[in-house]
């Protein structure tokens, strides 16, 4: 395979990784301004500001010094 068709591969590869993480940031946006009607709803929006930060607390350990 030549030098050109790796870096193209390469690059398609990329671009699906990225469309894909992409696409789900989009839906738990989507997600996120339906029930708590773009932050309005405050019960709701409590339970998302728990639930994110759950998730990063979760995340913490790939997180390398």
């Given at each position: 395979?030549?030098?050109?068709?790796?870096?193209?591969?390469?690059?398609?590869?990329?671009?699906?990784?990225?469309?894909?993480?992409?696409?789900?940031?989009?839906?738990?946006?989507?997600?996120?301004?339906?029930?708590?009607?773009?932050?309005?709803?405050?019960?709701?929006?409590?339970?998302w500001?728990?639930?994110?930060?759950?998730?990063?607390?979760?995340?913490?350990?790939?997180?390398?010094?």
């Amino acid at each position: 395979m030549e030098l050109k068709e790796q870096g193209d591969t390469v690059m398609k590869d990329y671009s699906q990784v990225l469309n894909a993480y992409y696409k789900g940031c989009k839906q738990y946006n989507i997600l996120y301004d339906k029930e708590t009607d773009h932050g309005i709803y405050n019960r709701e929006q409590k339970e998302w500001e728990n639930r994110v930060s759950k998730e990063l607390t979760q995340l913490k350990k790939y997180n390398t010094p």
